[in-house]
């Protein structure tokens, strides 16, 4: 990558570290010793790696194994790096962070396309082997979503400047009519937030939204056109349609019609829902201690063949039918829960490391709901244990990918016996208007991706206007998600599905969708734990019957 490149990565990573933290304070911050140490062997490792070319006129088994050896090499490494970029010490590490980012992704791409790899690949998807034909479908997918330095840099480029867009307003100053007291001039979301909240007349908090959001931008057609550049020089007409092919839903009109029976004739207005949910009950929850849950959710997972042996208070090894997965790090120190994969599990080659963080005491029902949803993820990601490391659940990117955590999340809540928040309260009514904000985002990423508009009745009751689709393009999750919103509704309901349709036991579910030893497909997954092809409609169906018992409550 030539210097000019490379300096404008550098200068993206700076200004996101100086937006997020003034030098001041940067310079006074207490950094974790271990932490850095870490760093700096990462970066000493980074620098001394390297991958050997493969063999020519090898038998296919052993060229498979080499190929294995130089991708855990340098996905290992990757790995190991996610877990610490995020963290306030590798702001010292800027530079060689970039470097070594830039190193892999190169490596990466210079194994991928060695000649013998499209060899390797022939054998794999030509194979009898389902687990050979996962493998070449995998490494061709990868050797397919390749894109040159250029490309990937302009990409980045534009995300960056959308995402100091989409921090940058115009300041809106509320006329003398909605004017509150201690009232700043509105110049981001906080200051934004809290108006909405306080403000009780509904047409100024519409007023000042509305101006908020009406600042547009341009550069988003421009980040469009270079995913569908960047698609194109991989082979496909466009990118909804490389990011479909693999899917359960691989038509745009499928998800289109999927959405469609998700969505709401009434929502609720974004300038009203922080008064809404202001003066909405919360759910009745008496605290949890976070050791008390954790001993009750390994006692269910016990049913589905999990034990675990506690190594220390915060380690524990984790087993499947008496076969060792890995280790799972508890840290009981921060403010909500979360997992981090240090090292994904490779039959054969390595185990599973994953940390899982939360809170010591659990507060609230969505606490407790956040919390077995990571600890569900932590399971799936170690029981799901293929002997390559690109046929793992990193490097997963299809509508499917998450189902196996859903469904156990909402298997062990069932088992648990967690309370759902009630209806009206605060929980129950953020929890509906996340969902369709969710839906309108998929709608949009499906017109402004296909130009088509499939004659969809009003967007949203909040009405097509631009106000609205700033206000979309101002949520980063938008440009990292985009034609992939809907996944997560999707899964969601497949997951609920599969727990109420199933005629299997759940350690038969588990088996077949989580552990998947003989590494089928999705759709014969799904054709054994339902007794039948998954057809769309059934879901469809679902949705339906849940919208006319809610129109009639």
């Not at 940067?26 to 070319?53: I, M």
């Not at 007291?181 to 937030?193: A, F, G, K, R, V």
């Not at 207005?269 to 202001?278: A, R, V, Y």
């Not at 339902?530 to 879901?539: G, N, V």
Request: charged share 20%.
């Amino acid at each position: 990558m030539n210097n000019y490149i490379l300096s404008i990565f550098l200068l993206v990573a700076v200004s996101t570290d100086a937006a997020s933290s003034p030098h001041k304070d940067f310079q006074h911050k207490k950094f974790d010793a271990t932490v850095l140490a870490s760093l700096q062997l990462l970066n000493e490792q980074c620098k001394a790696f390297s991958v050997v070319p493969l063999s020519k006129k090898q038998k296919f088994e052993y060229l498979l194994g080499e190929f294995e050896k130089q991708s855990l090499k340098i996905n290992n490494l990757s790995d190991a790096l996610s877990n610490f970029v995020n963290l306030p010490e590798s702001r010292l590490f800027t530079r060689e962070i970039i470097n070594c980012q830039i190193k892999l992704s190169d490596t990466w791409r210079n194994l991928l396309y060695q000649p013998q790899v499209e060899n390797l690949i022939q054998q794999l998807t030509n194979s009898h082997n389902a687990k050979f034909r996962e493998l070449g479908f995998r490494l061709s997918q990868a050797r397919n979503s390749q894109a040159t330095q250029n490309q990937l840099a302009r990409l980045r480029i534009l995300e960056a400047e959308i995402a100091q867009w989409a921090k940058k307003k115009t300041p809106v100053i509320p006329s003398k009519l909605c004017l509150i007291p201690n009232q700043e001039n509105i110049i981001d979301n906080s200051i934004l937030h809290f108006y909405l909240l306080n403000q009780p007349q509904e047409s100024c908090r519409k007023q000042i939204w509305t101006q908020f959001y009406k600042q547009s931008t341009t550069i988003v057609q421009d980040w469009i056109e270079q995913k569908n550049t960047i698609a194109q020089y991989s082979g496909y007409r466009t990118f909804i349609e490389q990011q479909q092919f693999y899917n359960i839903l691989n038509k745009p009109q499928s998800i289109l019609n999927y959405l469609q029976s998700k969505s709401s004739t009434t929502a609720i207005e974004p300038w009203n829902i922080g008064q809404i949910l202001k003066n909405a009950p919360r759910t009745s929850f008496a605290k949890l201690q976070l050791e008390t849950l954790l001993a009750k959710s390994f006692i269910q997972l016990s049913k589905l063949g999990i034990s675990t042996q506690q190594l220390t208070p915060n380690l524990y090894r984790i087993w499947l039918n008496k076969r060792l997965l890995g280790h799972l790090y508890l840290d009981a120190s921060q403010t909500k829960s979360g997992s981090r994969v240090v090292r994904y599990p490779v039959i054969g080659h390595q185990f599973a490391d994953i940390t899982l963080t939360a809170p010591k005491i659990l507060t609230s029902n969505r606490k407790v709901k956040q919390f077995i949803s990571q600890l569900a993820r932590t399971v799936t990601i170690m029981a799901d244990s293929p002997e390559f490391y690109l046929s793992s659940n990193t490097m997963d990117f299809s509508d499917s990918r998450e189902l196996g955590a859903i469904w156990l999340t909402k298997w062990l809540q069932q088992q648990l016996k967690i309370t759902t928040a009630s209806k009206g309260s605060r929980e129950q009514i953020a929890q509906t208007y996340q969902q369709q904000l969710n839906i309108i985002k998929a709608k949009w990423a499906l017109l402004v991706f296909t130009g088509q508009e499939y004659n969809v009745p009003a967007l949203s009751a909040f009405n097509h206007s631009s106000s609205l689709v700033n206000y979309i393009y101002s949520d980063p999750n938008f440009f990292s998600q985009n034609i992939g919103i809907y996944k997560g509704l999707f899964q969601d309901d497949l997951a609920s599905m599969l727990l109420e349709k199933s005629k299997i036991s759940a350690n038969q579910i588990f088996e077949i969708l989580v552990v998947n030893e003989s590494r089928q497909a999705i759709n014969k997954r799904l054709n054994v734990i339902l007794a039948h092809p998954f057809e769309l409609k059934d879901i469809i169906n679902i949705n339906k019957l849940k919208s006319k018992k809610r129109s009639s409550n």
